[in-house]
Nanobody, 122 residues
């Protein structure tokens, strides 16, 4: 069983930045990504990155503001979030799967993190 442990969430003012981290246990490499769920809304795809890090996919709502990266030596993926908006407020979940199409669809996620709160105040 793979464990995904998120860190780096918190409270920030609109226009500010936060950086999330997700560390995966074990030695296997996975495509990884982030989803988020705002109060009263369904969980939605945010971004994902391929096993090698060579391919990334972003939701339109975060393009140009969020950047995903990974350090395979540390089995860790990062999400740099800039120009944050109040509508980015949500619980952010790290996810892992075999490939990026599975992550983008949301239905092929193998492992989920426990979630971490990001709150953007106006």
């Amino acid at each position: 069983q793979v464990q995904l442990v998120e860190s780096g969430g918190g409270l920030v003012q609109a226009g500010g930045s936060l950086k999330l981290s997700c560390a995966a246990s074990g030695r296997s490499s996975y495509a990884m990504g982030w989803f988020r769920q705002a109060p009263g809304k369904e969980r939605e795809f945010v971004v994902c990155i391929s096993r090698s890090g060579g391919r990334t996919y972003y939701a339109d709502s975060v393009k140009g503001r969020f950047t995903i990266s990974r350090d395979n030596a540390k089995n860790t993926v990062y999400l740099q979030m800039n120009s944050l908006k109040p509508e980015d407020t949500a619980v952010y979940y790290c996810a892992a799967s075999g490939d990026t199409p599975a992550l983008r669809s949301g239905s092929g996620v193998w492992y989920w993190g426990q979630g971490i709160q990001v709150t953007v105040s106006s």
